[in-house]
């Protein structure tokens, strides 16, 4: 599997989105191992996770769990890097509501590291700015968790160009997530400004979003005619563009079964022509 860096550490080119998991129609345990050792046994280096992907607060830190769970039985667990995310809850209702006090961030951040079974987290991302919260106080939040050894690098979710600066005032930023895909790309600013920056892009329901995945040729029939040309998905063709957009570009395609991940982690050798990127962008 090809590479690329988040904050100069090598990661696969392709990370493993581990939400479709732990929400809603999820899938059995067994099922969901079996998902997270096919990507790691094709070479997946990278995971990304968060507190909140459960399905209720009752049951929070279910994802994160599961990876460790899934991680512990694999052989070579020590060469793989899991990126989890806190400010967000479930009460329990299927909305999503945030919470950026700097305590509860805290207390968020050590429940993480319970549930992955770990001292320090690799990469720690404040998942949506809370808007009853000054962004900068919950940003200290992350700085402190450093400063303690809790987490090693610091990462944004959901945020705008200014965000972003604002942040890299308070802490090194290794990363960015936010929503980037063929249905959605108005967010390809904050994408290019993180690539000026060195800043790793994590762009988020690369194909959709769960249940829609399979629709990405009908909705957008420049990816079903590469995908003809090439002899592969449009999923995997997805992946191939989103990867093609820039160095700093990691995505993190969603998967509860084995063959889907092994089918979007092809797109790491997939080559696209000038002019099918051109018929893509178009
Ligand atoms: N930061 C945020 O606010 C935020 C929000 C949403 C998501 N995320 C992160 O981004 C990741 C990806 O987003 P997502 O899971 O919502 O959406 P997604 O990756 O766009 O879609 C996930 C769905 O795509 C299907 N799929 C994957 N590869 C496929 C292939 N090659 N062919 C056909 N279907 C395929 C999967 O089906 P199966 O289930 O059948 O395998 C899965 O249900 C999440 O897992 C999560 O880690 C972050």
């Not at 809850?89 to 509860?104: K, N, V």
Request: charged content about 25%; aromatic content about 6%.
């Amino acid at each position: 599997m090809r590479t690329r860096a988040i904050a100069g550490v090598k990661v696969s080119a392709i990370g493993l989105g581990a939400m479709p998991m732990s929400l809603e129609g999820r899938p059995d345990e067994d099922q969901s191992i079996r998902t997270i050792h096919a990507a790691l046994d094709d070479g997946v280096t990278f995971i990304d996770t968060a507190d909140a992907y459960c399905i209720s607060d009752r049951e929070i830190g279910h994802n994160e769990r599961l990876i460790a769970k899934a991680i512990s039985s694999w052989a070579g667990s020590e060469t793989i890097h899991v990126a989890t995310k806190g400010g967000q809850t479930r009460p329990g209702d299927g909305s999503w509501q945030q919470d950026g006090r700097p305590e509860y961030l805290k207390s968020a951040c050590e429940a993480s590291l319970e549930a992955l079974g770990l001292e320090s987290i690799w990469l720690y991302q404040y998942h949506r700015p809370d808007p009853k919260v000054p962004f900068a106080e919950s940003v200290g939040a992350l700085r402190d968790l450093q400063d303690e050894g809790k987490i090693q690098l610091a990462g944004l979710s959901n945020v705008s160009i200014r965000q972003i600066d604002e942040a890299s005032e308070i802490i090194g930023i290794a990363s960015v997530q936010n929503e980037f895909s063929a249905s959605f790309t108005a967010s390809e600013p904050e994408l290019r400004h993180c690539e000026k920056r060195g800043i790793a892009f994590l762009p988020w329901r690369p194909l959709g979003g769960i249940g829609r995945a399979s629709e990405l040729g009908d909705r957008h029939r420049a990816f079903s005619e590469v995908a003809d040309e090439c002899g592969v998905s449009p999923q995997q063709v997805a992946r191939a563009w989103e990867l093609a957009k820039a160095g700093n570009v990691v995505p993190i395609p969603g998967a509860s079964r084995p063959e889907t991940i092994r089918d979007s982690l092809g797109a790491a050798e997939l080559q696209l022509s000038d002019d099918q990127l051109r018929r893509l962008e178009n």
